[in-house]
């Protein structure tokens, strides 16, 4: 019997895959089957996880780009339809938030940094819609398949200080919904679009922000646990079975969708 579920073969291109949830997608992609393109700007880790990959029985390659820069974008997708001639999906997981974007509970909110929040919606927003275009262009020329953006609680719940993230996030949200109907009105199912909605997991972006350095919860963390019915972060490796069904055929009629894994955090009236 055919295993729709399987990624056998499919050619993925994880963008940040050499952050925290990176290395669990490309991990994950890998134990389904898929080839995986190892995409981040650090040279150093991301060869090393395509190369733990290959040790493990699997099949990856390392595509050293920068997801706001179309030039390495490019060249990156180059390198890959060179080895394997085509590529079924792409998960856009580069992003992330910056200290200066942050809007302290002191600070006044009529003097925000616009430049950093110029730069969190770039590399959040564009370095999202930047890779579909190059990436997206070749799985709707090759044959089928799918992307998967990475979207946040933050896109349509008002939490507090994270400002630039969270326009950035509700902004891949209309996109993604976007990018679903054009895409198919022009190519009916040749290429699919969804996104994953994360609850909170500790990155090194956001590690500061709700853990002290002893490893103890900040106020914030503690505020997220008490309204996490789970009563905990999310794991990593959580995502990875939604990743890969929306990548799969298992999902062949899925999209425009947001799927949310956040341990019931959005649901929750805090009663």
Not at 39 to 61: D, F, M, S, Y
Not at 65 to 86: P, W
């Amino acid at each position: 019997m055919e295993n729709n579920f399987s990624l056998k073969g499919k050619v993925i291109v994880v963008t940040g895959a050499t952050g925290i949830l990176g290395e669990a997608f490309i991990n994950g992609i890998a134990e389904a089957g898929g080839i995986v393109g190892v995409l981040g700007r650090n040279e150093k880790v991301a060869t090393e996880r395509a190369a733990a990959i290959v040790k493990n029985g699997g099949e990856a390659i390392a595509l050293i780009a920068d997801v706001t820069k179309e030039q390495d974008l490019i060249d990156a997708r180059d390198l890959i339809v060179s080895k394997y001639g085509k590529i079924d999906g792409l998960v856009n997981a580069a992003g992330g938030n910056m200290p200066d974007a942050v809007i302290q509970p002191g600070k006044d909110i009529f003097q925000l940094n616009m430049e950093a929040l110029q730069q969190v919606m770039n590399l959040n927003l564009f370095g999202t819609i930047l890779p579909t275009q190059v990436f997206g262009e070749v799985i709707k020329n090759v044959g089928t398949g799918s992307i998967v953006n990475i979207s946040s609680v933050s896109s349509d719940h008002a939490v507090t200080r994270v400002l630039g993230y969270s326009m950035a996030k509700s902004a891949i949200d209309s996109y993604t919904k976007w990018f679903a109907v054009e895409a198919a009105k022009r190519f009916g199912d040749k290429i699919r679009i969804n996104a994953i909605v994360p609850g909170f997991f500790l990155t090194e972006q956001n590690r500061t922000l709700l853990t002290n350095t002893d490893g103890s919860l900040t106020e914030r963390g503690n505020l997220i646990i008490q309204n996490t019915p789970f009563s905990r972060f999310g794991n990593p490796d959580e995502l990875i079975g939604a990743l890969v069904w929306l990548l799969s055929d298992a999902s062949k009629f899925v999209t425009g969708s947001k799927i949310t894994l956040d341990g019931g955090f959005s649901v929750y009236s805090g009663v």
